[in-house]
């Protein structure tokens, strides 16, 4: 099984060239079954009712009430948060701390690369091995249906897996930028873990403790979705949850296009102005005994813009058990998930991409 990753079975085509290149229909490896397209009939709620459409959305999450001094503010965010958590998976967060300027620049920045001539880019072309770099697809099951992006993805933590040399040295702010912007996000996922610690009762540290303490993990993956001539034909990506612990997404200003599943129907996020979005991670949602859940996303695309979004994972150590909270397992009801770690997680979800499946 290792050796069907060494490399990519067919030969690497960038989505972004070919939206380029100025087709009117996409490539038949892009075009999903039917019940996969974006409008299918099970998943067609907010089409057939647009009144819904607006009503539905994801909780918001103030980070001033939940951390400031108010307690009845207090008391009604955790409140909002741990409804979030259970019923959602996933919440946009206020008022977070992090500059909406370095929001701006990092985004913006990343744009910048995805605008470099390609031969450019091509430096940087990742292999399966380990991910690491400009990519174009997830697995390498020969003739699988795409998905219409491309990506970076880079290891910010721990410190040993981090190498600035595999980062874009353009735009020439990339690689600072970067550490500027991990270090950030490290430290909001460090105030929201302890909540929501806190909101399943297992007290501030256990989770970040069950993490590894200073020693996460962490990664960024940058998705480009290009414009696409025939949206309703594809997917910027499939349906998945994030195998890792929780992620922090800084989505495109201008441009919607992530759905969160809410029971038979897509939800699309509607990205508030200098916010965040997170979701809850398999990781969390393990240690947690599933009070926590670790929801399934995806990402539409559209035929006049294109779409930048990062994915930020904050991920326990990869090497220590993840199993529920012994707080969290009773009789009434029992551990609904094997120890693992993230190590052996990982390679599974791989395995499973890579060998036939489509989960990513
Ligand atoms: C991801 C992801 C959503 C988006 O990268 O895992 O779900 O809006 N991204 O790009
Ligand atoms: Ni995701």
């Avoid at 079954?33 to 067609?44: A, D, T, W």
């Avoid at 007290?203 to 993956?221: M, P, S, T, V």
């Avoid at 979705?225 to 949206?231: A, F, G, L, N």
Wanted: net charge negative.
């Amino acid at each position: 099984m290792m050796s069907c990753l060494q490399s990519w079975p067919e030969p690497v085509v960038r989505v972004q060239s070919l939206a380029e290149s100025g087709i009117s229909s996409i490539p038949k490896r892009y075009i999903k079954p039917p019940s996969q397209r974006p409008s299918s009939s099970s998943h067609n709620y907010n089409n057939l009712n647009s009144a819904d459409d607006d009503d539905i959305s994801i909780p918001v999450i103030d980070l001033q009430d939940l951390f400031g001094t108010d307690e009845s503010l207090r008391e009604a965010a955790l409140a909002c948060l741990s409804n979030a958590c259970s019923e959602w998976g996933f919440f946009q967060v206020v008022n977070h701390g992090v500059s909406h300027q370095l929001m701006n620049q990092v985004r913006e920045m990343w744009r910048g690369f995805f605008e470099l001539p390609l031969e450019v880019k091509q430096e940087y072309s990742n292999s399966p091995t380990t991910y690491e770099g400009y990519g174009s697809r997830l697995g390498v099951d020969k003739g699988a249906i795409l998905d219409w992006s491309d990506y970076y993805f880079l290891n910010f933590m721990p410190p040993e897996l981090r190498s600035p040399e595999k980062w874009p040295s353009l735009p020439p702010s990339c690689r600072n930028l970067i550490e500027e912007y991990g270090n950030e996000a490290i430290r909001l996922c460090g105030r929201l873990i302890k909540i929501l610690s806190i909101t399943l009762g297992l007290g501030e540290d256990y989770l970040q403790n069950a993490f590894g303490g200073d020693n996460i993990g962490a990664c960024l993956r940058v998705n480009f979705y290009p414009k696409c001539p025939q949206p309703d034909l594809t997917l910027g990506l499939s349906p998945h949850s994030d195998p890792g612990g929780m992620t922090v997404l800084l989505p495109d200003e201008n441009v919607a296009g992530l759905q969160v599943r809410r029971g038979d129907s897509w939800i699309t996020v509607k990205p508030i102005p200098n916010s965040f979005i997170v979701n809850i991670g398999d990781q969390i949602k393990v240690l947690s005994n599933a009070i926590y859940k670790s929801v399934e996303h995806r990402v539409i695309v559209n035929s006049n813009k294109d779409r930048v979004s990062l994915a930020f994972f904050y991920n326990p150590k990869s090497d220590l058990l993840i199993e529920p909270a012994n707080k969290l397992v009773t009789k009434a009801r029992p551990a609904l998930f094997p120890a693992m770690t993230f190590d052996e997680y990982r390679l599974y979800i791989r395995t499973k991409g890579i060998c036939g499946n489509e989960q990513v």
